[in-house]
């Protein structure tokens, strides 16, 4: 079953100019005044693992000019882990044995709070593909009590039409989260076995919906780990440029989940290294300069400690990946999603940072800014 | 020294004003605002936080004795929301100046002219000294000025990317038909450029990134106090003119010389 693509997604020509690169067009892609797609598809080849340390040298320099000496924080909170996916990669999928839990909603409120106390002022609320136990109006009641305690709320949350994203707006809704896991879509079939989450098109323009709808802040990302990277980061790179063409008043930013061993035993299609991972992200920061890069506790405090003001600026911290668990002592018989690495404290983290010359941000944003705020006036 | 800097009825002691966001820690920022010798600062109203002291940038410099606080609405996406934002920060912070930041695009920063215009219009009605963070457009500064803004800060170039005065043509219109102050806000990068501005006649500049990028933010802000004063002194003392080619030995109007004046 073959996908058509829309215009502007057609890595192709890209990753044979990544193949055909040389370590001499990378050290020129480098060095290029504003590098674009051509030097981007350089800078993630294999030709330019060389220059790793030169590319950390140049995405610092624009991290610090365009996000100063500073990270901003979130933190997610899993409402449910109910699913009507089929991923096969995904610990929450339908066909898993997973014990199911959906937070009540005094357990959000309960969350929520326990959240707040560790001082992080964003909060991204997470649920599996819409069904019954976790859909739009659980949803809705869940963004609007968390919106009594943060000034920023965003979701990553299941692909929906425009008036349910505005509805989540009114609900005091800012961001979306939104991966497309990977961009190829012979093999996003392969992986996506049932359920919505089949429909290809209807994933990759939801941000576009939600921005249509009134969300100000897109995140996206492809999950490493599932086929070719260098289809899936130009795919990435072209996602987003294209979102900030079409929707000029977007902030768009972009994540860089990588895939971890989970309880289904999924072994991931591809390794990807820690140097690729670098490479990419630091390609990324180098092509475009503005765009908040976010790396999770998926990955180790090392890699992130060594990530945080060269390329990435945004992070989150303390998560847990099962259902609630941020006011109870850690439940050992409960599902995750994927696996923490960078299990340290907000306070440990924040430490870390600190010694590393970076202000943890906690509160970046302000619910005067928030279309609720707009209609109540 | 050069002259004192008046916005509005308020006077200055310094015609530099600093931007405290991007800082390594708050400590950092408030020694290089104090380093700078500024009296005006702007924080952003989203980096209040109420909740937590450590994270607050309010709390700190609201403490200085020596500064006035100007709150600024970045995060603002049009005029009603920056209307909003000004009146919440007047009611915590209750100054009376307000820097007018609407950048509805959050990547390269760039101010709406359109949108801004319309809150100054609100704002200055509802009694706020407005200091709106404009595009380089002499015109617009011109209609700002005609609703009654307490300055106009036109950018030298985008917020963060330390291109320098790269409108300097437009801002040598601006100085010269504006009877409100003139203060140059983002894309300097060094001390030198902010003497150049000064040298073309601005009245003030606003620096942030070049600070707090910098290996050392303390000693820059400092380093930009004395560029700003150097240039100032030097706007006040009248720079020589400038001459594309030698002044002839023979003037071609010597045969005027002994004749009636």
């Avoid at chain 1, 624009?62 to 924080?73: A, N």
């Avoid at chain 1, 699913?83 to 969350?111: H, I, N, Q």
């Avoid at chain 1, 987003?240 to 990588?258: D, I, K, M």
């Avoid at chain 1, 920061?285 to 765009?291: G, K, Y």
Wanted: with cysteine; charged share 20%.
């Amino acid at each position: 079953m073959t996908v058509p693509q829309p215009d502007w997604l057609d890595p192709t020509p890209w990753i044979a100019a990544a193949q055909r690169a040389t370590p001499e067009a990378a050290a020129g892609a480098l060095r290029a005044t504003t590098p674009a797609e051509r030097e981007f598809a350089v800078l993630i080849s294999p030709a330019a693992a060389g220059q790793l340390e030169a590319m950390a040298q140049r995405a610092q320099a624009l991290t610090r000019r365009h996000f100063g000496r500073t990270i901003s924080l979130y933190t997610p909170l899993y409402l449910s882990n109910y699913c009507s996916g089929g991923c096969t990669y995904c610990g929450f999928a339908s066909d898993r044995k997973a014990p199911r839990k959906r937070l009540s909603f005094e357990e959000v409120e309960t969350e929520c709070r326990a959240i707040k106390a560790l001082g992080v002022d964003e909060i991204l609320l997470l649920t599996g593909e819409r069904t019954p136990e976790a859909d739009l109006s659980y949803l809705l009641r869940c963004v609007k009590i968390a919106a009594r305690s943060f000034h920023k709320v965003t979701v990553e949350v299941f692909p929906m039409p425009t008036d349910e994203y505005r509805a989540l707006v009114d609900a005091g809704c800012t961001g979306l989260t939104l991966y497309q896991e990977t961009y190829d879509p012979e093999l996003y079939a392969k992986l996506h076995r049932w359920g919505p989450k089949q429909d290809y098109p209807a994933r990759l323009d939801a941000p576009e919906r939600a921005l249509s709808a009134g969300f100000r802040f897109i995140g996206i990302g492809a999950l490493l780990g599932l086929g070719d990277p260098l289809y899936d980061m130009i795919a990435l790179y072209q996602h987003a440029t294209h979102l900030q063409r079409r929707h000029w008043r977007a902030g768009v930013s972009v994540s860089f989940p990588r895939i971890q061993p989970e309880v289904g035993g999924f072994k991931p299609g591809v390794v990807v290294t820690d140097h690729q991972l670098v490479q990419f992200i630091l390609a990324f920061r180098i092509c475009l300069p503005t765009v908040p890069l976010v790396l999770s506790t998926r990955e180790p405090a090392k890699l992130r400690d060594g990530m945080a003001g060269i390329g990435v600026n945004k992070m989150s911290v303390a998560s847990k990946t099962t259902v609630g668990g941020y006011s109870e002592d850690d439940d050992a018989s409960a599902t995750e999603q994927f696996e923490v690495s960078d299990t340290r404290s907000t306070e440990a983290f924040c430490q870390s940072l600190r010694a590393h010359g970076l202000e943890p941000v906690f509160k970046n944003w302000d619910s005067v800014y928030r279309a609720e705020t707009r209609d109540a006036q | 020294m050069s002259t004192e800097l008046r916005i509005g009825d308020q006077c200055l002691p310094s015609r530099l004003i600093m931007g405290t966001g991007k800082f390594a820690d708050t400590a950092t920022m408030i020694r290089s605002v104090e380093a700078s010798g500024t009296g005006l600062v702007t924080v952003a109203l989203r980096r209040f936080n109420r909740e937590l002291v450590e994270d607050d940038l309010y709390g700190p410099l609201s403490e200085l004795k020596t500064v006035q606080l100007m709150p600024n609405t970045s995060g603002a996406m049009d005029a009603k929301e920056a209307v909003r934002a000004a009146l919440l920060s007047r009611e915590i912070s209750g100054s009376p100046f307000l820097k007018l930041e609407i950048h509805p695009n959050p990547h390269h920063l760039l101010p709406d002219p359109i949108e801004t215009y319309e809150a100054a219009r609100i704002l200055v009605k509802e009694g706020f000294l407005v200091m709106p963070y404009v595009p380089a457009d002499p015109v617009l500064c011109k209609r700002l000025e005609d609703i009654g803004c307490a300055s106009v800060m036109p950018l030298g170039a985008p917020i963060g990317t330390g291109k320098g005065l790269t409108t300097q043509e437009m801002l040598r219109i601006i100085i010269r038909d504006s009877s409100i102050p003139v203060i140059v806000d983002a894309g300097l990068r060094s001390p030198a450029e902010a003497a150049a501005a000064m040298e073309l006649g601005c009245d003030a500049v606003l620096v942030n990134s070049a600070v707090a990028a910098a290996e050392a933010p303390e000693r820059m802000a400092e380093a930009f106090a004395m560029g700003v004063e150097a240039g100032r002194m030097a706007w006040e003392a009248g720079l020589m003119p400038t001459s594309e080619a030698a002044i002839a030995s023979s003037p071609l109007t010597s045969f005027l010389a002994g004749r009636n004046e």
